[in-house]
């Protein structure tokens, strides 16, 4: 009588676990990034670390400063390439791409694995059927030593989405509308099940990004089912053996919420807060100076194959910046061989290293004082890309594209 996130961990502790267990669990997969590997360094030394428990299965990656924009940050970056050499884990380096892309893209995100992230953005393989959360870098270390980690297992939470996407809308609106609806703490240490004929209806690229967000309602994890299209994503790049997991049929639920989708329009989420979620006629003709597309959310090849058949022949107005962010080389590459790079450019997008520099705000695309940003990453607070004083707004690739052309907020409906 489990669900999804009490099966996948009672398989790793080899007896029952329910909901508010506290339990030492077994890992399958770790990764850190540049913003906290140091940390996380600092904190195995401290703790008499020697060896990583099973480096095949702790990823580095190089990807929130790249390439690095100051002298401070290179040094570290040497740090943690030393680190995975000396212990044989693997790096993903500067221009490899965004962890939360990297590790599906790589075959380390399976379903039925427990995976851990010292990255908030770690929910995004729960797309995958992985119960994969963030955690900070001591709980990191101290994974790493002993290949295991400690969870309270949380309350689940079911969303059954159903009914068709309407044409012009997309998973990030399910996204955005999901964060809306739930609120920014609404969800905090719960299970998101995430289900229905609408997220059926998603290809696993899309499905990632409703995942991906719903650490934004304070989520543990975001949970969705093993089916075929995930099945058919994961098996070609499957480093080890896995097992999908499934809800019981008497599984028992904290809250079911049911929503009927099919007359859901473009979401935008508006400063400061990402569940500050209205219709995107609430906001239409909004003046922005920068649109941004890329990010863990909405950087992969079905995001930027959206925004250019949007842009296809057109021009980003004169009065904004159009910045485009690859989400790893893998879809860069692809872009440049389907064409996709090649309209996004003659569009007049700036493309940069894939990295997550812009959306943090550390390099690739800082705002000015009063600007207004229209992103599709995943966080809109004050200063969340590098300015305290700019404005960010939160939108799909198809919407961020159009508005780009338009020079303000506008509705991806009118041409799709």
Same mark, same amino acid.
């Given at each position: 009588?489990?669900? *999804? ?10 007896? /029952? ?10 890992? !399958?997969?770790? =990764? ?8 996380? +360094?600092?904190?195995?030394?401290? =703790?008499?670390?020697?060896? $990583?428990?099973?480096? !095949?299965?702790? %990823?580095?990656? +190089?990807?929130? &400063? ?14 943690? #390439? ?14 490899? /791409? ?15 694995? $427990? ?13 995958? &059927?992985?119960?994969?959360? /963030? ?58 099940? *995430? ?10 690229? %899309?499905?990632?990004?409703?995942? &991906? ?30 097992? /999908? ?25 508006? @400063? ?18 920068? $649109? ?8 992969? *090849?079905?995001?930027?194959? +959206?925004? %250019? ?44 290293? @894939? ?10 695309? *800082? ?11 995943? #966080? ?16 799909? @690739? ?12 506008? !509705? ?5």
């Amino acid at each position: 009588m489990g669900t *999804i996130a009490e099966n996948i961990i009672s398989n790793h502790v080899g007896k /029952g676990a329910k909901a508010n267990d506290i339990v030492v669990c077994p890992v !399958d997969f770790m =990764m850190s990034q540049d913003g906290t590997t140091p940390l996380t +360094i600092r904190a195995f030394k401290d =703790m008499q670390g020697k060896k $990583v428990a099973r480096p !095949d299965r702790y %990823a580095i990656v +190089i990807d929130h &400063n790249a390439p690095s924009p100051m002298e401070s940050v290179s040094n570290l970056h040497k740090q943690m #390439r030393e680190f995975a050499k000396e212990q044989g884990s693997i790096l993903y380096d500067v221009g490899e /791409g965004v962890c939360h892309v990297l590790v599906p893209e790589n075959g380390y995100a399976l379903p039925g694995s $427990v995976i851990i992230g010292a990255d908030s953005h770690t929910t995004t393989y729960g797309a995958l &059927n992985a119960f994969a959360t /963030g955690v900070g870098s001591t709980d990191m270390a101290a994974a790493l030593i002993s290949g295991r980690t400690w969870f309270k297992v949380p309350q689940t939470i079911k969303l059954d989405y159903h009914g068709k996407l309407p044409k012009g809308t997309f998973s990030k609106d399910i996204a955005l509308r999901m964060c809306g609806r739930l609120t920014a703490n609404g969800a905090t240490y719960k299970a998101l099940e *995430i289900t229905g004929e609408a997220i059926e209806a998603l290809s696993a690229e %899309a499905r990632m990004t409703i995942s &991906n967000m719903a650490v934004e309602t304070g989520a543990k994890v975001g949970l969705m089912n093993a089916d075929r299209k995930v099945l058919d994503y994961v098996a070609p790049r499957a480093k080890y053996p896995f097992q /999908g997991v499934s809800a019981d049929a008497d599984a028992k639920y904290e809250q079911v919420v049911r929503e009927d989708i099919s007359k859901l329009g473009p979401q935008v989420a508006c @400063p400061p807060d990402v569940d500050n979620v209205v219709p995107i006629e609430k906001v239409l003709g909004k003046h922005i100076d920068q $649109v941004f597309i890329g990010t863990c959310t909405n950087g992969r *090849i079905e995001d930027l194959r +959206i925004a %250019a058949s949007i842009l296809d022949g057109r021009r980003a107005h004169k009065d904004l910046r159009l910045i485009v962010a690859p989400a790893s080389r893998a879809v860069m590459q692809e872009a440049m061989e389907c064409g996709v790079l090649q309209k996004l450019v003659k569009a007049g997008a700036a493309v940069t290293t @894939p990295s997550c520099g812009p959306c943090v705000g550390t390099c690739g695309g *800082i705002p000015s004082d009063n600007e207004v940003v229209l992103s599709t990453a995943n #966080r809109n607070f004050k200063g969340r890309m590098g300015n305290t004083k700019a404005d960010v707004y939160l939108a799909s @690739p198809a919407t961020a594209a159009y508005s780009a052309i338009k020079g303000c907020v506008s !509705d991806p409906r009118e041409v799709l």
